[in-house]
């Protein structure tokens, strides 16, 4: 499970996200930093790379997780 959070998100402060992260049993938490609540529609690109990135990771894996 990926929490991608947007480091200036009110609703989901980074704490909050990184320990929703923590409790999944393969969760990997990852942050965009100028963005709110909304990282797709502040800083789409970065929120992409990070998407793209996890997606890779995770399809290389031979178990399907990422760290």
């Given at each position: 499970m990926l929490v991608l959070n947007g480091a200036l998100s009110a609703m989901l402060?980074?704490?909050?996200?990184?320990?929703?992260?923590?409790?999944?049993?393969?969760?990997?938490?990852?942050?965009v930093?100028?963005?709110g609540h909304s990282p797709h529609v502040d800083s789409p690109r970065e929120t992409a790379a990070e998407l793209s990135a996890w997606c890779a990771r995770v399809t290389a894996e031979p178990s399907g997780r990422s760290a």
């Open positions: 402060p980074g704490g909050l996200a990184r320990e929703l992260a923590e409790r999944a049993a393969h969760g990997t938490y990852r942050t930093a100028r963005a």
